[in-house]
């Protein structure tokens, strides 16, 4: 009888032990430097608009259906996640309600896809309400499965976006990334969700619509010149030899401008005749 009781209180020990493990937080140390994609390989790469994906009900689509003719913002993630991929789509959302050149919806468009092809429309509906989506959300901002996972791979692969899973922390790991695509759905650039802030958002959603920005928002494009995006960094900063090439411009046509004034007032005499005119000859007047 004894032998029984010890027996079940290992059993019960084992199990509780187990569902201790499943439900811990993940901390595998992981060289973040593993997720970073190879920018100069990927941007200008366009993602097969043919990769198939199923929408927020599970009906099939594809890629392709999310354009619109508008520069979209790729985020991939998924559903079931242990709080991280909500936090990338939280501080996203957070972003773009401070981007007031762009509107969400009528100048570009978001969608989140999931990666992970176990998840189906329940998972997504549950994970789209944890987030407070800005202003012009249910128009721009969509939400997609996998079709498969082979199919959610080749997505990943086609942008350069790393994932894998980890059995000792059961859960995916990937990075926080923002993928630009431009309104032919080609890569324009990658943003990291922990260094982002607002003002790349809003350049890299200006480098997105190339050459559809309308006279209207030239002002924009021009303010956009002044930034230039950091491969090193994963973001934009001040363009400085455009600065310091603009000041020596200027300080070139100061000097010229002060050299033609100088030059004038030489040949000029202190009465303000030029040289070459003569004087009228006083012998010659009587």
């Known amino acids: 009888m004894r032998s029984l009781v010890l027996a079940s209180l290992l059993v019960v020990l084992a199990t509780a032990e187990a569902w201790a493990e499943y439900g811990r937080v993940p901390f595998s140390e992981v060289d973040t430097g593993l997720f970073r994609v190879e920018e100069a390989k990927f941007l200008g790469v366009k993602p097969d608009p043919a990769t198939p994906l199923r929408d927020e009900t599970g009906a099939p689509t594809t890629l392709g259906a999310y354009g619109g ?22 501080d996203l ?29 329940e ?52 990075p926080g990334l923002y993928v630009f695509l431009s309104p032919q759905g080609r890569v324009v650039r990658f943003l990291y969700s922990t260094n982002t802030e607002p003002r790349d958002v809003e350049l890299a959603l200006t480098d997105a619509l190339g050459d ?3 006279p209207a928002q030239i002002l924009n494009f021009a303010l956009s010149l002044c930034y230039s995006y950091s491969f090193k960094d994963g973001r934009y900063k001040l363009n400085l030899p455009m600065f310091f090439g603009f000041a020596s411009l200027g300080v070139g046509v100061i000097l010229f ?14 009465n303000g005749r030029p040289k070459g005119e003569d004087l009228p000859c006083q012998a010659c007047a009587d």
Do not use: M
């Open 212 to 214: 559809q920005i309308r």
């Open 123 to 174: 998972t997504l509906a549950k994970f789209r309400k944890t987030l407070d989506l800005p202003k012009g959300a249910p128009e721009g901002w969509r939400f997609a499965l996998a079709g498969n996972s082979t199919d959610a791979r080749r997505l990943a692969d086609s942008v350069g976006f790393k994932y894998f899973w980890s059995a000792q922390d059961r859960a995916f790991l990937h």
């Open 69 to 90: 003719g508008k520069p979209v913002i790729l985020v991939l993630s998924y559903y079931n996640c242990d709080g991280t991929c909500s936090v990338v789509n939280a």
């Open 257 to 270: 401008i002060i050299s033609v004034a100088v030059y004038r007032r030489r040949i000029h005499r202190p």
């Open 93 to 121: 959302a957070a972003q773009l309600a401070q981007v007031e050149q762009w509107r969400l919806g009528a100048d570009y468009s978001v969608l989140t896809v999931s990666f992970n092809a176990e998840e189906g429309p």
